[in-house]
């Protein structure tokens, strides 16, 4: 469920914007983060845990508990809950340790 209306600031959704997840093609409105987007396409598991192969997925929604992890535009780990959703990006799931990058990498 989104809201298309905030029913006390009277904020509008923004328009509607695509991305990819795990190469399928998902509809989001502009402004939600990745982890809110995934959620309201009913997408619950971002990844699995390197060590129990547990589900991983939001959990504080906060950024704090880095539970919600997902490689984004080829960027291993970041996390999805306080990254705002861009058109046209690619989302893939976490299911292993992040590659070893260089100190001056990005």
Not at 75 to 94: A, F, P, Q, Y
């Amino acid at each position: 469920m989104q809201l298309e209306k905030h029913p006390i600031t009277g904020r509008k959704a923004g328009k509607e914007i695509q991305f990819l997840f795990n190469g399928e093609l998902l509809k989001a409105k502009e402004g939600q983060t990745v982890a809110a987007a995934l959620m309201a396409n009913g997408i619950k598991e971002f990844g699995k845990s390197r060590k129990l192969l547990q589900s991983r997925g939001l959990y504080c929604a906060t950024g704090r508990c880095t539970n919600c992890f997902v490689t984004i535009n080829g960027l291993e780990h970041s996390i999805s809950c306080t990254t705002v959703l861009e058109d046209g990006m690619k989302v893939e799931s976490n299911n292993a340790d992040p590659t070893r990058r260089e100190p001056n990498e990005n």
